[in-house]
């Protein structure tokens, strides 16, 4: 069965410090591995994705992932914080048939 | 253009009564799904459509939940009768298209609270 994992509940980031959000995988076959992000009383939002190809993709808002198949591991990377990245972020992995399936979820938290 | 909306927002129930949660997705999106997030676990596959068929239905907790899709447009989602087990956060996604690599777009939810 795929299933991925979020080990942090929370990450907190001094404002201007980069940051990491991780996230595992586990799948038979290729994955497609997604981010998205959720603000305060809003929906998800999609960040990247991973399909194939270069390891480092980059997303939305100045983030990027980098997939790494020896760590079966895709997390979220931002150079630098801003405290509008404060947000609940989900990873996740899409079947063959279409349906996402996502980690926990991490709270990010940015500090001035 | 819209994306995708979800009605109510906010829905507050007793145990046993019944509520119908709508969901339009994107405007020419065959895909529609619905998931779930239940006391801050992670985000659960509920049920997917492709225009007004079921293509899996396989995350649907109970006889409890009936989701339709008339006409391939909008669909809802109804809990009859509802358990406080059923509270939680229930998404909305539509995508154009089947395949994995494309994404989908998500509705901001329905916070359901059964009391």
């Known amino acids: 069965a795929q299933s991925v994992a979020q080990p942090e509940d929370q990450v907190n980031v001094a404002e201007g410090n980069p940051l990491t959000v991780k996230c595992t995988y586990s799948?038979?076959?290729?994955?497609?591995l997604f981010w998205y992000v959720q603000y305060p009383n809003r929906g998800l939002q999609f960040l990247l994705k991973?399909?194939?190809?270069?390891?480092l993709v980059k997303g939305s808002y100045g983030f990027e992932a980098e997939f790494n198949k020896s760590q079966t591991s895709f997390h979220l990377k931002k150079p630098s914080a801003l405290v509008s990245d404060s947000a609940l972020y989900f990873c996740?992995?899409?079947?063959?048939?279409?349906?996402?399936?996502f980690g926990q979820g991490t709270e990010l938290s940015v500090k001035p | 253009e819209a994306g995708v909306t979800q009605f109510p927002s906010h829905s507050v129930i007793e145990k046993g009564q019944t509520v119908t949660l709508r969901c339009d997705p994107i405007?020419?999106?065959?895909?529609l799904y619905w998931y779930r997030r239940v006391m801050g676990k992670e985000i659960k596959f509920l049920l997917h459509?492709?225009?007004?068929?079921?293509?899996?239905e396989s995350g649907m907790p109970n006889n409890r939940f009936l989701a339709e899709r008339t006409g391939g447009t909008y669909s809802t989602l109804k809990v009859q009768p509802a358990e406080l087990e059923d509270s939680g956060v229930y998404f909305c996604?539509?995508?154009?298209?089947?395949?994995?690599?494309?994404?989908?777009?998500f509705g901001p939810g329905t916070r359901l609270t059964v009391t």
């Open positions: 996604a539509s995508s154009q298209w089947q395949g994995a690599a494309y994404e989908q777009y």
């Open positions: 799948v038979s076959g290729n994955p497609y």
């Open positions: 991973y399909i194939t190809g270069d390891n």
């Open positions: 996740a992995v899409r079947d063959r048939g279409g349906k996402l399936i």
């Open positions: 405007s020419g999106h065959d895909n």
């Open positions: 459509f492709v225009k007004e068929s079921k293509q899996d």
